[in-house]
């Protein structure tokens, strides 16, 4: 089995900057992509940002120049800044992750609980 783990969501003005990070535990052989989703109240699930292992990133148009994501392979983590942020942002945060694991020896996608960033006008 794998867990996500996120952390770093909160209550932030507009304007201001979090940074939410996700760890992932367990049966892990290797990471592939690593990245971030969000879901506002009302809509669907969306891309943030990815990143794969060899550091190559994807963001969504809303948040390019804002956000940066990033990684440490050696702990299975993955980060992301968020700067300037907007009412707009409010969402909660996923983690997402594909993992191979060791037994059964297959990948898979797997995601965090989600990790609620409110962002006031």
């Known amino acids: 089995q794998v867990q996500l783990v996120e952390s770093g969501g909160g209550l932030v003005q507009a304007g201001g900057s979090l940074r939410l990070s996700c760890a992932a535990s367990?049966?892990?052989?290797?990471?592939?992509?690593m990245g971030w989703y969000r879901q506002a109240p009302g809509k669907q699930r969306e891309l943030v940002a990815t990143?794969?292992?060899?550091?190559?990133?994807n963001y969504a148009d809303s948040v390019k120049g804002r956000f940066t994501v990033s990684r440490e392979n050696a702990k299975n983590t993955v980060y992301l800044q968020m700067n300037s942020l907007t009412p707009e942002d409010t969402a909660v945060y996923y983690c997402?992750?594909?993992?191979?694991?060791?037994?059964?020896?297959?990948?898979?996608?797997?995601w965090g609980q989600g990790t609620q960033v409110t962002v006031s006008s």
């Open positions: 367990g049966s892990i052989f290797s990471i592939s992509n």
């Open positions: 990143i794969t292992s060899g550091g190559s990133t």
């Open positions: 997402n992750a594909r993992v191979r694991t060791y037994s059964p020896l297959k990948s898979s996608d797997y």
